[in-house]
Nanobody, 123 residues
Framework: QVHLVESGGGLVQAGGSLRLSCATS????????MGWFRQAPGKQRELVAT???????NYADSVKGRFTISRDNAKNTVYLQMNSLKPEDTAVYYC?????????????????WGQGTQVTVSS
């Protein structure tokens, strides 16, 4: 089974930085895309950033210019560098991996999730 393990969360003051890590049990190139999502209490889970197998990145408007998603292929790890953190960034951050595989009658589409890591930004 695919396993994703997040780490690097914690408490930081507004304006500070954190770097989240997502270690995968498989080669990251076995996934079509990987990304980070977050969910604050009482709110829906939202996409933060994604990176495709080809290296293309996308970011939520709320984090553009502040967050950077990257990967270390040798370590099978995806990172999220978070700078200029704001209190509204406070949430549980989840790592996600997406994969499409050929199927007999249709393609198989699978999503995998980590356990989440808490990020708290104080004012």
């Amino acid at each position: 089974q695919v396993h994703l393990v997040e780490s690097g969360g914690g408490l930081v003051q507004a304006g500070g930085s954190l770097r989240l890590s997502c270690a995968t049990s498989e080669n990251i190139f076995s996934f079509n895309a990987m990304g980070w999502f977050r969910q604050a209490p009482g709110k829906q889970r939202e996409l933060v950033a994604t990176i495709t197998i080809g290296g293309s990145t996308n970011y939520a408007d709320s984090v553009k210019g502040r967050f950077t998603i990257s990967r270390d292929n040798a370590k099978n790890t995806v990172y999220l560098q978070m700078n200029s953190l704001k209190p509204e960034d406070t949430a549980v951050y989840y790592c996600n991996a997406y994969r499409v595989r050929p199927g007999i009658s249709k393609p198989n589409k699978d999503d995998y999730w980590g356990q989440g890591t808490q990020v708290t930004v104080s004012s």
